[in-house]
């Protein structure tokens, strides 16, 4: 079992309202991972890391079902944002992986075909990526 906790000092908040506070700052500590990708969690967690992109994406929806037991349906703002740093990081093995997610996740658009499409063009195959679109 795991444990973590938190140790704050809230300086406005008196003997009755201490718990009120403890409370909000608690439930956002346990369900951050639900939130999406932040600007600052993508500057500082997945530009510096050495991993391809793909597996950040992956371990944190991996993580949400081992903890909570449901598959989660991946947010778009993660998608764009995972798109973003395999463009910046030239991660295209990454893209092609996103590229199957998003065919998944999102049937009715065509995102996952761009995605592929994108993904052939990088790696020198424009017949494939024209057949794609």
Same mark, same amino acid.
């Given at each position: 079992?795991?444990?973590?906790?938190?140790?704050?000092?809230?300086?406005?908040?008196?003997?009755?309202?201490?718990?009120?506070?403890?409370?909000?700052?608690?439930?956002?500590?346990?369900?951050?991972?639900?939130?999406?990708?932040?600007?600052?969690?993508?500057?500082?967690?997945? =530009?510096?890391?050495?991993?391809?992109?793909?597996?950040? =994406?992956?371990?944190?929806?991996?993580?949400?079902?081992? =903890?909570?037991?449901?598959?989660?349906?991946?947010?778009?703002?993660?998608?764009?944002?995972?798109?973003?740093?395999?463009?910046?990081?030239?991660?295209?093995?990454?893209?092609?992986?996103?590229?199957?997610?998003?065919?998944?996740?999102?049937?009715?658009?065509?995102?996952?075909?761009?995605?592929?499409?994108?993904?052939?063009?990088?790696?020198?195959?424009?017949?494939?990526?024209?057949?794609?679109?």
């Amino acid at each position: 079992m795991n444990l973590n906790y938190f140790y704050d000092v809230y300086t406005e908040a008196d003997h009755i309202s201490v718990a009120t506070y403890s409370l909000g700052k608690a439930f956002d500590n346990v369900f951050k991972m639900f939130k999406p990708i932040s600007p600052s969690e993508y500057k500082t967690q997945i =530009l510096t890391s050495t991993e391809p992109v793909f597996d950040y =994406l992956s371990n944190k929806y991996d993580t949400i079902e081992k =903890l909570f037991g449901f598959q989660k349906i991946v947010d778009l703002n993660d998608i764009m944002a995972i798109y973003a740093v395999t463009r910046k990081k030239e991660d295209f093995e990454s893209l092609k992986i996103l590229s199957d997610l998003c065919k998944k996740e999102y049937p009715k658009t065509m995102l996952g075909f761009y995605f592929e499409c994108e993904y052939y063009e990088h790696i020198g195959n424009p017949e494939k990526a024209l057949r794609t679109f």
